[in-house]
C-alpha cells in the first residue's frame, strides 16, 4: 500500500502547485487497480439454469470473500472512502479516514445515505442521479458537512462494484478543504487587485520582456492617450515623435518601459512627451516595477503606470506666463509689489517698489512702522481707517491715492492698490499690493485744473492785474510751494516794466524788479534777456557770476536760484515775463518745463488778449471820433440838401410856372391869329413845362424816401392793394383784375402804398393797349421765400436791359409812346431796399411782365383763411372777376 501511496505523496510535497486534478487521478488509479486486484481470482464458470441450490450457496460464499477482501482492502487507504448500496447511496463499509473527515464515528456512519451530508438541493440531485446511474464517475466536487456542523470540500470519484452480491458503489473521496480555501483566498485576492486597479486613475499596463502589451486596467482601455504613451514601444504608433521634459528629442530606446527592461531597475515620476504629426503635445509622467522569476537576473515583465500631465503642465505653464506677464505689466506700468502677512511687523517690498521709492533695486523688508510713518500725515489717517475696514472684510479690495516721502525727503502721488488673501473663516492672512508712482500724473491734473482756472478768468473778461496774480500763485504750486513767482507786464516797444504781480513776493524784490532798466548792469540783464525773447537761468546766484550785483539782496530774501521766461505774442512783442526765484540751488528738470510751457501759453494768451482789448478800446475811441466828425458832415449834407430841395421846389416851380402861364394866356389871347405849326408849338410848350413840373416832384420824392423816418405799423397789405386797385381802376375802366390773398407785413404803410401804386399804375399804363388788359397780384415762393408779385399781360421788354430798369431816369420806352419820367421803378428799390427786401423782374418782348418783390416783415396769408377759388378784385372794390 505504501508503494501506491508514495508517489502521491512526493508529488505533493515537492510540488505544492501541481493541480488537483493531477492528484484525483492518481487517487481514481489506485482505486480502480485494487478494484481489479479484488476481483481478480478467475471467473466463476456459468451455470446451468437447472443447477441445484448449492451450487448457488456456493458461488455466493465467493462473492462475499471477495467483498471482504475489498472492505479489509477499503479499510488500508488512507484517504477517505466507502462502499454505498444503490440506489440509496447508503454506506456498507467505510474506513477510518472517511469517519475521521465526517467527525463521526465509523458506526454510526453505517447505513446512512452519503446523500445526507449534501450542503445544497443541487449537490443532492447530483449525487443522487450519480447513485441512480451507477457509473464511475471523476473529479466530483462538492462541499459534505460535518456533524459539528462545518463544511469540508471533498473531490470524490467513483466506480461500480459488487457487494454481497448487491451493486455497489465504491467512493474515494480526497479532502480538499485547504485547496478550496486557498483558491477562494487567491480569487478574493485576485478580485481585490482587479478592483484596486480597475480604481487607480492612472493608467496600468503590463508589458512583457518585449515591451509587448499584455494586459492593462480599465483606466488604461479607457483612455485615449494611450497611444501617445506607447510612442517608441513595439507596436506603438508611428504618428507620435518621443521627446522629454525639456521638449528634447529621445531615442526609442529611451523609453522609460525599455529602459525598465534592459537595466531591470524600476523609474520613478518620470516626465516624457509626446509630439503628434499636426504639433499637438501630449505630457505624460511614467512609473515602472519590472518583475523577475526567482533567481533570475532578467525581467521577464514590467508593469508601468502612466498619468496625463498634460493639463497640468500647460496650466503650469500659462501660471509662469502669466506671472511674467504680471511683472512685466508692473515693470511697464512703473508698479511695485508689497507683501504683509498680517499680524507680522515686517513687509516685503519687491526690487521694484523700492527704485520707484528711491531706494536701491534689491528687494528688502521693512517695517510696518516706517511704512506707514512715510505717508503725508494729511493721508495718514485716512490711509489707516481704508486698511482697516478692508481687514474687516468690509471691501473687496482697497485702492487710494496719497503722498508718501520719497528717498530725496520730497512727498510724491503715489497710488496704491490691494486685496486681501483669507481663510474659509473670512480672517485675513496677507495682504498683498501694488504701488504706483503717480506724481506726474497728479501734476497734470494739476496743470489741467489750472488751465482750466486761468481760462475762466480770461473768458470770465477778469482784469489782467488778477489773471496774473492767480497765474503766479498757480505756478508756484506746481513747481514748489517753497518757490517765489512774480510775473512782469511790458510796454511792447520799450520794453519798460508796467505792473508787478507774484505770489509771495518780498516788496524789496517787488521793487527791484520794478526799477531794473534794461540793459543797465547786473540790474538790467533779467530785463535785456527778456526783450531779446531769451530765457535766463541761474542755478546759483551766489556761486556764479552772473547778477552778482543781485547777491546781497537776494541772500536777505532767502534767493539762491533764479528762472525768468518771456512772454510773448504771436507776432513776437514781449507782453512780459515770468520770473521764479527758489530758496535752494535749482535746475529745473523737464517735467517741470512741460508744466511752465503750458501755463506760459495762457498766461501770454491773456497779456496778448489784453492787448487786443487795449487796442480795441483804441480804436473804438478813434472810430467814436471819426463818426462823430462824419455824423456832423452827413447832418450838414442834409442840411444843404434840403436848401437844394427847397430851393429845386421853389426857384424852378416858379419859372414853370411862368411858361405854363403865359403859355395858356397866349393861346387864349392870340390863339386865332397863329397858323397850325403856331398852335402845335405852344402846345408843346405847355406839355413840357407839366412834364417838368412831374420831374421836380418826382425827384424831390425820390430823394425823400431816403431820408424820411420810417413809422412802423402792421399793414394789411390785401386792403392796400384793394384800396389802390380801386383808385387806378377809374383811369382804366377796360383792364381786369385779380388780386389773390397776400397776407400781412410790417413797415411803412405810405411807402408801401407807394410801391403798389407804382407797380400796379405801370401795369396799367404798358398794358392798356392790349385787347384785354388784365393785372394780377399774387403772392408765389421761391427757396422758401415768400414774394409779392405784380403781374401784366402788356408790351414787355427785353430781359438784357431788366437791371437797368431800377435806375433813375432810366426807360424802355419812349415819353411820346407811353408817358412818365422814369423815376418811380427807382423809388419802389429804395423803399423796398428799406424794407429789408429785394426787387427782380423778368419779362419778354410784347409777353408782359411780372415784377417781384420781398419785405423782411411780409407774413403770407394763411391758406387756412383764403377766400374762395375764383374770387377776384373788379374795378372799384373786391369782387367777382369784371371790368
Keep these: 500500500m505504501a508503494a501506491l501511496w508514495a508517489p502521491g505523496a512526493f508529488v505533493l510535497v515537492d510540488y505544492p502547485w501541481v493541480a488537483q486534478a493531477?492528484?484525483?487521478?492518481?487517487?481514481?488509479?489506485?482505486?480502480?487497480?485494487?478494484?481489479?486486484?479484488?476481483?481478480?481470482?478467475?471467473?466463476?464458470?456459468?451455470?446451468?439454469?437447472?443447477?441445484?441450490?448449492?451450487?448457488?450457496?456456493?458461488?455466493?460464499?465467493?462473492?462475499?470473500?471477495?467483498?471482504?477482501?475489498?472492505?479489509?482492502?477499503?479499510?488500508?487507504?488512507?484517504?477517505?472512502?466507502?462502499?454505498?448500496?444503490?440506489?440509496?447511496?447508503?454506506m456498507r463499509v467505510l474506513n477510518a479516514a472517511l469517519a475521521t473527515m465526517a467527525n463521526e464515528a465509523a458506526d454510526a456512519l453505517l447505513g446512512r445515505s452519503i446523500v445526507e451530508f449534501c450542503q445544497s438541493a443541487e449537490d443532492r440531485s447530483r449525487v443522487v442521479e450519480v447513485l441512480a446511474q451507477g457509473r464511475g464517475t471523476d473529479d466530483v466536487e462538492l462541499p459534505l458537512r460535518r456533524h459539528d456542523g462545518s463544511v469540508r470540500w471533498v473531490s470524490a470519484a467513483t466506480r461500480p462494484v459488487s457487494h454481497q452480491g448487491q451493486p455497489a458503489l465504491l467512493v474515494i473521496c480526497h479532502d480538499i478543504t485547504g485547496h478550496k480555501q486557498a483558491e477562494r483566498s487567491l480569487a478574493a485576492s485576485e478580485e481585490r487587485f482587479r478592483v484596486l486597479l480597475g480604481a487607480l486613475s492612472e493608467a496600468v499596463v503590463l508589458y512583457d520582456a518585449q515591451a509587448r502589451v499584455l494586459t492593462s486596467n480599465r483606466s488604461a482601455e479607457s483612455c485615449a492617450w494611450l497611444d501617445a504613451a506607447h510612442a517608441g514601444l513595439p507596436g506603438g504608433g508611428d504618428e507620435f515623435t518621443l521627446c522629454d521634459e525639456q521638449g528634447r528629442s529621445l531615442a526609442r530606446d529611451m523609453h522609460p518601459v525599455i529602459r525598465s527592461l534592459a537595466d531591470g531597475l524600476p523609474a520613478r515620476d518620470v516626465v516624457i512627451g509626446a509630439e503628434s504629426a499636426s504639433g499637438q503635445m501630449r505630457?505624460?509622467?511614467?512609473?515602472?516595477?519590472?518583475?523577475?522569476?526567482?533567481?533570475?537576473?532578467?525581467?521577464?515583465?514590467?508593469?508601468?503606470?502612466?498619468?496625463?500631465?498634460?493639463?497640468?503642465?500647460?496650466?503650469?505653464?500659462?501660471?509662469?506666463?502669466?506671472?511674467?506677464?504680471?511683472?512685466?505689466?508692473?515693470?511697464?506700468?512703473?508698479?511695485?509689489?508689497?507683501?504683509?502677512?498680517?499680524?507680522?511687523?515686517?513687509?516685503y517690498v519687491s526690487p521694484r517698489l523700492s527704485q520707484i521709492m528711491g531706494y536701491d533695486a534689491g528687494g528688502r523688508r521693512m517695517r510696518v512702522r516706517e511704512f506707514v510713518a512715510g505717508i503725508h500725515p494729511h493721508d495718514r489717517k485716512a490711509w489707516s481707517?481704508?486698511?482697516?475696514?478692508?481687514?474687516?472684510?468690509?471691501?473687496?479690495?482697497?485702492?487710494?491715492?496719497?503722498?508718501?516721502?520719497?528717498?530725496?525727503?520730497?512727498?510724491?502721488?503715489?497710488?496704491?492698490?490691494?486685496?486681501?488673501?483669507?481663510?474659509?473663516?473670512?480672517?485675513?492672512?496677507?495682504?498683498?499690493?501694488?504701488?504706483?508712482?503717480?506724481?506726474?500724473?497728479?501734476?497734470?491734473?494739476?496743470?489741467?485744473?489750472?488751465?482750466?482756472e486761468l481760462l475762466s478768468l480770461i473768458a470770465a473778461a477778469m482784469p489782467l492785474t488778477e489773471v496774473m496774480s492767480r497765474f503766479a500763485r498757480l505756478v508756484s504750486g506746481l513747481l514748489n510751494e517753497d518757490s517765489i513767482c512774480a510775473v512782469l507786464t511790458l510796454t511792447p516797444d520799450t520794453a519798460a516794466v508796467v505792473d508787478v504781480v507774484g505770489a509771495n513776493l518780498p516788496p524789496a524784490l517787488a521793487d527791484w524788479l520794478r526799477r531794473s532798466?534794461?540793459?543797465?548792469?547786473?540790474?538790467?540783464?533779467?530785463?535785456?534777456?527778456?526783450?531779446?525773447?531769451?530765457?535766463?537761468?541761474?542755478?546759483?546766484?551766489?556761486?556764479?557770476?552772473?547778477?552778482?550785483?543781485?547777491r546781497a539782496l537776494f541772500a536777505a530774501e532767502g534767493v539762491r536760484a533764479l528762472w525768468a521766461l518771456p512772454l510773448a505774442a504771436q507776432d513776437g512783442a514781449v507782453l512780459g515775463g515770468l520770473t521764479i526765484l527758489h530758496p535752494q540751488a535749482w535746475r529745473p528738470g523737464r517735467a517741470d518745463e512741460?508744466?511752465?510751457?503750458?501755463?506760459?501759453?495762457?498766461?501770454?494768451?491773456?497779456?496778448?488778449?489784453?492787448?487786443?482789448?487795449?487796442?480795441?478800446?483804441?480804436?473804438?475811441?478813434?472810430?467814436?471820433?471819426?463818426?462823430?466828425?462824419?455824423?456832423?458832415?452827413?447832418?450838414q449834407a442834409n442840411?444843404?440838401?434840403?436848401?437844394?430841395?427847397?430851393?429845386?421846389?421853389?426857384?424852378?416851380?416858379?419859372?414853370?410856372?411862368?411858361?405854363?402861364?403865359?403859355?395858356?394866356?397866349?393861346?387864349?389871347?392870340?390863339?386865332?391869329?397863329?397858323?397850325?405849326?403856331?398852335?402845335?408849338?405852344?402846345?408843346?410848350?405847355?406839355?413840357?413845362?407839366?412834364?417838368?413840373?412831374?420831374?421836380?416832384?418826382?425827384?424831390?420824392?425820390f430823394s425823400r424816401v431816403s431820408r424820411i423816418d420810417m413809422a412802423h405799423s402792421e399793414i394789411d397789405l390785401d386792403a392796400?392793394?384793394?384800396?389802390?386797385?380801386?383808385?387806378?381802376?377809374?383811369?382804366?375802366?377796360?383792364?381786369?383784375?385779380?388780386?389773390?390773398?397776400?397776407?400781412?407785413?410790417?413797415?411803412?404803410?405810405?411807402?408801401l402804398r407807394q410801391v403798389f401804386v407804382?407797380?400796379?399804375?405801370?401795369?396799367?399804363?404798358?398794358?392798356?393797349?392790349?385787347?384785354?388788359?388784365?393785372?394780377?397780384?399774387?403772392?408765389?415762393?421761391?427757396?422758401?421765400?415768400?414774394?409779392?408779385?405784380?403781374?401784366?399781360?402788356?408790351?414787355?421788354?427785353?430781359?438784357?436791359?431788366?437791371?437797368?430798369?431800377?435806375?433813375?431816369?432810366?426807360?424802355m420806352h419812349g415819353a411820346e409812346e407811353f408817358p412818365g419820367t422814369g423815376v418811380g421803378l427807382a423809388i419802389v428799390k429804395r423803399i423796398v431796399e428799406r424794407h429789408g427786401g429785394v426787387i427782380g423782374v423778368e419779362a419778354a418782348p410784347g409777353r408782359g411782365a411780372t415784377f417781384r418783390f420781398t419785405l423782411a416783415g411780409f407774413r403770407p396769408f394763411d391758406q387756412a383763411d383764403a377766400v374762395p377759388a375764383g374770387e377776384t378784385v373788379g374795378a372799384g372794390a373786391v369782387s367777382r372777376t369784371g371790368t
Excluded at 496625463?308 to 509689489?337: H, V
Excluded at 531779446?532 to 551766489?542: G, S, W
Aim: charged fraction near 25%.
Design 22 to 90: 493531477g492528484w484525483l487521478v492518481w487517487c481514481v488509479a489506485c482505486g480502480v487497480w485494487l478494484v481489479r486486484a479484488a476481483s481478480a481470482s478467475p471467473p466463476a464458470e456459468p451455470l446451468p439454469v437447472q443447477a441445484d441450490h448449492k451450487a448457488d450457496r456456493k458461488a455466493d460464499h465467493k462473492a462475499d470473500d471477495t467483498a471482504d477482501d475489498t472492505a479489509e482492502l477499503l479499510h488500508e487507504l488512507p484517504m477517505p472512502a466507502c462502499i454505498c448500496s444503490l440506489p440509496d447511496g447508503g
Design 517 to 550: 532798466p534794461a540793459g543797465a548792469g547786473d540790474d538790467g540783464r533779467l530785463l535785456a534777456s527778456l526783450g531779446n525773447r531769451r530765457p535766463l537761468l541761474c542755478e546759483d546766484v551766489q556761486a556764479s557770476s552772473e547778477l552778482a550785483g543781485c
Design 639 to 701: 442840411s444843404e440838401l434840403e436848401a437844394f430841395s427847397y430851393s429845386v421846389s421853389h426857384d424852378l416851380r416858379s419859372p414853370l410856372r411862368a411858361i405854363n402861364g403865359f403859355a395858356h394866356l397866349l393861346a387864349e389871347h392870340a390863339g386865332a391869329v397863329l397858323d397850325d405849326e403856331g398852335r402845335d408849338m405852344l402846345a408843346r410848350i405847355q406839355r413840357g413845362a407839366s412834364r417838368m413840373g412831374l420831374l421836380i416832384d418826382d425827384i424831390l420824392h
Design 283 to 347: 505630457w505624460l509622467t511614467v512609473n515602472t516595477q519590472p518583475l523577475f522569476h526567482a533567481g533570475s537576473k532578467r525581467p521577464y515583465a514590467v508593469v508601468a503606470s502612466y498619468s496625463d500631465l498634460t493639463a497640468r503642465i500647460r496650466a503650469e505653464r500659462a501660471l509662469r506666463a502669466s506671472e511674467q506677464r504680471y511683472a512685466l505689466a508692473l515693470r511697464g506700468m512703473n508698479e511695485g509689489l508689497a507683501e504683509w502677512i498680517t499680524g507680522s511687523d515686517r513687509m
Design 720 to 751: 392796400l392793394a384793394a384800396n389802390v386797385v380801386a383808385d387806378l381802376a377809374e383811369q382804366y375802366p377796360a383792364a381786369g383784375f385779380e388780386l389773390s390773398p397776400l397776407g400781412h407785413a410790417s413797415g411803412d404803410q405810405s411807402m
Design 594 to 635: 512741460n508744466v511752465i510751457e503750458r501755463l506760459v501759453d495762457i498766461a501770454q494768451l491773456a497779456l496778448e488778449r489784453a492787448r487786443a482789448e487795449r487796442q480795441v478800446r483804441e480804436l473804438n475811441e478813434s472810430l467814436e471820433r471819426r463818426v462823430a466828425e462824419r455824423t456832423t458832415l452827413l447832418e
Design 758 to 811: 407804382n407797380l400796379i399804375g405801370n401795369a396799367l399804363k404798358f398794358s392798356s393797349r392790349s385787347p384785354q388788359p388784365r393785372v394780377e397780384v399774387f403772392v408765389e415762393s421761391r427757396r422758401g421765400i415768400a414774394a409779392i408779385c405784380v403781374r401784366d399781360n402788356g408790351v414787355g421788354f427785353d430781359p438784357a436791359y431788366a437791371d437797368r430798369l431800377f435806375g433813375v431816369f432810366q426807360r
Design 385 to 452: 481707517a481704508m486698511v482697516a475696514s478692508h481687514l474687516k472684510g468690509r471691501s473687496d479690495h482697497f485702492q487710494q491715492e496719497l503722498r508718501m516721502r520719497h528717498a530725496d525727503g520730497s512727498y510724491r502721488w503715489f497710488l496704491l492698490r490691494g486685496v486681501a488673501q483669507r481663510d474659509a473663516s473670512g480672517r485675513s492672512s496677507r495682504v498683498v499690493g501694488t504701488v504706483a508712482d503717480i506724481t506726474l500724473r497728479k501734476r497734470l491734473e494739476e496743470v489741467d485744473v489750472a488751465e482750466r
